[in-house]
């Protein structure tokens, strides 16, 4: 993810500045190769509600367009951050991976690439594969996915 530059209340319940830090140029990877919207995990115990985990994370699925907590609208994917494998996955104060996607589609996350295109990965995509389609500039060769 590529945040933008901001600025939060202390309590990130409210952003008050906001300036895109990137675009489609420096896409170099390639528009096809670099997904740029993906389905948003929020775990079935935390569906409606938007809360800072004794972790000091933040999970749920409050408001994303109000600028309650960046953390809404934001998402990790990578070898550290792997696709949800369902709608109870990371459903506790002890699992890291709480800014993960993911879907309750069976088996799938749906992800709308650069060039427009949608694909629907596997949930059980290569953590590596996943950080390199959500990398717009990393240099890597994308296998088939």
Known sequence: MVRAS???????????????????????DGL???????EKHVPIGHVGQGEILSTGKYIGDACIF??????????????YNPLALGP???DSDN????????SWHTGVCQFVFGDGSVHALANSI????????????????????
């Open 6 to 28: 901001s600025t939060q209340t202390s309590d990130k319940m409210h952003i008050l500045t906001w300036k895109s830090l990137t675009n489609l140029q420096s896409a170099t």
């Open 32 to 38: 096809s190769n670099t997904f740029l919207i993906g």
């Open 66 to 79: 109000n600028g309650d907590a960046l953390e809404n609208i934001g998402r990790s994917a990578g070898t």
């Open 88 to 90: 109870n996955d990371n």
């Open 95 to 102: 699992f890291p991976n709480v800014e993960n996607f993911g």
């Open 126 to 145: 290569d953590g590596k594969i996943l950080g390199y389609l959500a990398n717009k500039n990393d240099g890597n060769v994308v296998p088939n996915f």
